[in-house]
């Protein structure tokens, strides 16, 4: 018998996908953002300069940082688009982006 819970994390955002397997199995706990890479993507590509998909998901002092050097001297956006685009960019609690 599996059960699963969803529960929103109070103040976070996030959502916490809870399984566990009475039959002796694996338990595993997953999160992942409120924040759409599609989205994060967008940002990235239209302000990546300005750090604008930073400030969307909510890592404001690198967003700071990119506002003020811009983007790392241009670095900075073009590694974002790949990680996004590869799923492996994370948002401020270090959760992985929705799905497009």
Same mark, same amino acid.
């Given at each position: 018998?599996?059960?699963?819970?969803?529960?929103?994390a109070?103040?976070?955002g996030?959502?916490? +996908?809870v399984?566990? +397997?009475s039959?002796?199995?694996s338990?595993?706990?997953?999160?992942?953002s409120?924040?759409r890479r599609?989205?994060?993507?967008?940002?990235?590509?239209a302000?990546?300069?300005?750090?604008?998909?930073?400030? @969307?998901?909510?890592?404001? *002092?690198?967003?700071?940082? @990119?506002?003020?050097?811009?983007?790392?001297?241009?670095?900075?956006?073009?590694m974002?688009?790949?990680?996004?685009?590869? *799923?492996?960019?994370?948002? +401020?609690?270090?959760?992985?982006?929705?799905e497009?």
């Amino acid at each position: 018998m599996t059960q699963g819970t969803t529960e929103q994390a109070a103040g976070q955002g996030q959502t916490i +996908n809870v399984n566990v +397997n009475s039959g002796g199995g694996s338990r595993y706990m997953t999160m992942s953002s409120e924040k759409r890479r599609k989205t994060a993507l967008l940002l990235c590509l239209a302000l990546g300069l300005f750090g604008g998909h930073l400030f @969307y998901v909510g890592r404001y *002092g690198k967003g700071l940082l @990119y506002a003020m050097t811009g983007g790392l001297f241009v670095i900075g956006p073009i590694m974002d688009t790949i990680a996004i685009s590869s *799923g492996s960019f994370k948002d +401020n609690a270090g959760a992985p982006l929705r799905e497009w």
